[in-house]
């Protein structure tokens, strides 16, 4: 079962933040952050591990309630670079290697 | 830096036609995934393998096959194309072992069915 990103798209202005969340119903090993830019290959942003786990990068960072079965992505002081689509795939089964992708969060980062 | 190379960006059929899709991966990665990407649906698995002639059905298996003879070559094949396979199609390979691997996209290939 696809887990749930929201919202599914947001329009921000340069400089502002953004928070992007994914919801699992069932428990998660790892969650993976990739983004995707119109007509490219999605790009790996980030993996998260371990319940409670934050990760940075550049501004961009990720956390994992592990109870919650939830992460969320959030990105600070938005630059234009950062347009794109988001996606978060989920690793239920530990050494499985199979991720389930969420339908994506469209980012438009406008001047 | 991991090259995952799909043979075509834009690819157009025949209902009924035998369809191949080719991604090769020049990392000798031992995981290698079939994506199906449609608006608002994400990207959803259409098989997997994790060795040379080893495969598992992904989430969307109905309609397709998989052939893996060689360690950096996936193929997808649509048996018998149909107008509802119409999509882009987006290939990935990733490292075994421990942990959890990042997944290395190819560009992908615009399928579309007549």
């Known amino acids: 079962q696809q887990p749930v990103q929201s919202p599914q798209a947001v329009i921000l202005r340069e400089g502002e933040d953004a928070v992007i969340n994914c919801s699992s119903s069932?428990?998660?090993?790892?969650v993976h952050w990739y983004r995707q830019k119109h007509g490219e290959a999605p790009i790996f942003l980030m993996i998260l591990l371990k319940g409670g786990e934050q990760k940075g990068h550049d501004k961009i960072s990720a956390s994992f309630n592990e109870k919650k079965q939830q992460s969320s992505l959030y990105l600070t002081a938005s630059q234009l670079s950062y347009s794109g689509t988001y996606f978060c795939g989920t690793e239920i089964i530990q050494g499985a290697q199979k991720l389930v992708f969420g339908q994506g969060t469209r980012l438009t980062i406008n001047p | 830096d991991v090259k995952v190379t799909q043979s075509s960006r834009y690819l157009v059929k025949r209902t009924g036609e035998k369809v191949f899709l080719e991604c090769v991966q020049d990392?000798?990665?031992?995981?290698m995934f079939w994506y199906r990407q449609d608006p608002g649906l994400g990207l959803r698995l259409i098989y997997f393998?994790?060795?040379?002639?080893?495969?598992e059905k992904g989430d969307i298996p109905e309609g397709y096959s998989v052939s893996r003879e060689k360690k950096e070559r996936f193929s997808l094949i649509l048996e018998s194309a149909s107008t509802n396979q119409t999509s882009m199609y987006l290939c990935?390979?990733?490292?075994?072992?421990?942990?959890?691997?990042?997944?290395?996209f190819g560009d992908g290939t615009r399928l579309s069915i007549l």
């Open positions: 990935a390979s990733s490292l075994s072992g421990a942990g959890s691997r990042p997944q290395h």
């Open positions: 393998s994790y060795d040379v002639k080893m495969k």
């Open positions: 990392m000798d990665h031992e995981n």
């Open positions: 069932k428990a998660l090993y790892s």
